[in-house]
């Protein structure tokens, strides 16, 4: 594990502009608007495209993906949005559901999680069950205190969206086998910032928006499924998902077999030249960083700011139980103004979401960008 410098030069990013906001959206990899820029240009020339252009973009992802965050590759499914894997999740599972079985979720988690879960207890009489936030912050004894027989599902993120609170998934899915209970992630706050183990936590089903932590286009996520449920229904019947696929003469044929694995779960056109080039880029990099440093690299510089809040009178989770790439800061009651608002108006980015303030830097964050974020907050909340 080491510490990487800045990589502000293989970003688009000017230099007034500092930018703490991944969370929200990540910044786009000079190289990935390269290869989107292709992909647009490749649709003026169709006659250029083949029947394996429909297909190999998936097929690099599964492999990249295999390699970074583990599983085997042909577990992962190419989605377009948290919302359509937490909803393949749930159809998948509604059939295992009765009536008073209990679907965990976490207090002020992220609706993509939340709305597929109500719909499936109102088809399935099953009990929403929402997990209190803790008053000591510990989202991971929480989580565990209400896992038991009786709770069929538990839908839970890595770590909580507004403020980056950490959930400990390998405790939380060593008592979900214990129980028998079926364990659903939405690990788009982590996924590509913070070190994780497919093979260590074992989900049945975890799902990552590509759009924040992996710095992949708007419109690609990726969709994990453990073996026991890879012949579940898909949400849609895809007719690229079908074995023998590549042979277009055939597709008349039309193949009642699915191709190997998760694949039948792939979203329809799944291989978009304005996506999924970018999407193969931002993995590339990924890897030839490595989580483990980017982890590292991103906790130093919120550590800095960090002791600024603290110093301020903000009030910050404790350490251990706040992830490496992004935390929330409440402030002080003296301060009474709109700090987000603010601080953008020096061309300083960071959000608000619930009662938190929220940092979460990236690679492209340089020297400068810390200086003028520590150096506004003093003049901003002092």
Known sequence: MSLLPSQRHIFDIPDNIAYFNCAYNSPQLNESKQRLLAGVQSKSHPWERTAKNFFDDAETIRSLSAQIFGGDVDGYAVVPAASYGISTAARAVEPHLHAGDRILVIAEEFPSVVLPWRRTAQETGAVLFTVPAPADGNWTQAILDHIDASAKVVAVSSCHWTNGAYIDLRRIGEACRATGSILVVDATQTLGAMPFSMDEVQPDFLVA??????????????????????????????????????????????????????????????????????????????????????????????????????????????????????????????????????????????????????????????????????????????
Not at 211 to 224: A, I, N, T
Not at 258 to 284: Q, S
Not at 335 to 363: C, D, M, T, W
Request: hydrophobic share 45%.
């Open 209 to 382: 928006a590509g759009y924040k932590w992996l710095l992949c286009p708007y419109g690609f996520s990726l969709l994990y499924v453990a073996g026991c449920w890879r012949d579940a229904r898909p949400l849609e019947e895809s007719w690229l998902a079908r074995d023998n696929a590549e042979d277009f003469t055939a597709l008349v044929k039309y193949s009642g077999t699915y191709m190997p694995g998760a694949r039948r779960f792939d979203v329809g056109e799944k291989c978009t030249a304005t996506i999924l080039p970018g999407a193969v880029a931002a993995l590339e990099q990924i890897k030839a960083w490595g989580v483990q440093n980017i982890a590292a690299s991103l906790a130093d510089i919120n550590a800095r700011i960090a002791r600024q809040l603290a110093q301020l009178g903000c009030r910050l989770p404790d350490d251990a139980q706040r992830c490496p790439h992004m935390f929330g800061a409440q402030l002080p009651p003296s301060y009474s103004g709109n700090l987000v608002a603010e601080l953008k108006a020096r061309h300083i980015y960071i959000s608000q979401r619930g009662n938190a303030l929220r940092f979460a830097p990236h690679l492209h964050v340089n020297e400068q960008d810390v200086e003028r974020l520590l150096a506004s907050l003093g003049e901003l909340i002092a």
